[in-house]
């Protein structure tokens, strides 16, 4: 059985990693964070000193790191350590010019690359039912492809280095306007007297109909279960939209496209944070949206 080596064990690594032990792998973990490393150890990931240590013998590397900075650091000092023809996946979600980099360094060092951020939140992590979205050769696709199969629902191959993290910061960068725009209507019916569950029942079944609406709805009471229903506690923290949003923003500045509503949604939610609404849903944005009069 092969050895994985696991780079960043906290709300989505550490479910990650426990769905590839409960497989049969051996998982080599490290993680700055103490507490995070004991509770790897729980579920019985071994527990390493660096990342050179967990690298060394791997078949596969994961990463899972807040960004790309972090990553061409942790990806460097993998290069080093790991042995001809792993593969080395990192799941973080980074712009694409860190990724591409990434890919460059793990070949110049003979290892197979895949970029491979995902979607689905903690609650996909810990069912094993994440999205990945791929992007690298189709040799290390296919190579990557039993591990990602273990921890996700779905892979997308995407493309070429750099596809992978292309996709999923399209993708949230629509989910970012379209909840803002979901938000606003259940916000404008509400002062014109009609109720969410009419708007709801309206909307879901029209041409209004979106996935921020249908199973995501950012109004308690109507719909699916949803953070709405909790108090707006995270199943994806506003802080983290407002990251995904700026590296979308990014990469329409270094590739000349223009994103004007992608724009205005992370300025909105630039707000929004400030306020003190960072470890919020990404729904809860309808708080801030609604007119006190």
């Known amino acids: 059985m092969s050895v994985i080596g696991f780079i960043g064990l906290g709300n989505m690594g550490l479910p990650m990693a426990t769905n590839l032990v409960k497989a049969g792998y051996e998982v080599q973990g490290v993680d700055p964070a103490p507490q995070a490393l004991k509770a790897a150890q729980a ?9 050179g240590v967990a690298a060394a013998k791997a078949d596969a590397i994961i990463t899972m790191l807040p960004n790309g ?20 996946i990192d799941s973080s979600t980074i712009d694409v010019a ?50 990602l199969d273990i921890m996700g629902g779905k892979t997308v191959y995407c493309g070429e ?28 019916a509400d002062k014109l007297g009609l109720s969410a569950e009419a708007a709801f029942n309206v909307i879901s079944t029209s041409s209004g109909s979106c996935w921020s609406v249908n199973t995501y709805c950012p109004v308690p009471g109507v719909g699916p279960q949803s953070p709405a229903d909790n108090g707006y506690e995270a199943g994806f923290a506003a802080g983290l939209m ?17 994103t004007p509503l992608g724009h205005q ?29």
Request: charged share 20%; aromatic share 4%.
């Open 43 to 51: 579920v019985g990931v071994k527990a390493c000193g660096s990342v």
């Open 69 to 88: 900075e972090i990553v061409l650091k942790v990806h460097e000092a993998i290069a080093e350590a790991a042995g001809p023809g792993a593969v080395l």
């Open 98 to 147: 860190s990724a591409r980099q990434a890919s460059q360094m793990a070949l110049a060092a003979g290892l197979l690359a895949v970029d491979a951020p995902v979607s689905g939140g903690v609650g996909g992590a810990t069912a094993g039912t994440l999205t990945f979205m791929a992007g690298g050769s189709k040799e290390a696709f296919q190579k990557a492809s039993p591990f």
């Open 161 to 188: 280095a750099g596809a992978g993290q292309a996709a999923k910061i399209c993708n949230n960068m629509l989910l970012g306007i379209s909840m803002i725009g979901a938000c606003e209507a259940f916000a404008l």
């Open 242 to 258: 407002l990251k995904d949003l700026k590296l979308a923003q990014e990469a329409a500045r270094s590739s000349r496209q223009a």
């Open 265 to 293: 949604a992370k300025e909105i939610y630039q707000q929004f944070v400030e306020a003190g609404g960072g470890e919020v849903d990404f729904s809860g944005i309808i708080r801030s949206l609604k007119s006190e009069d």
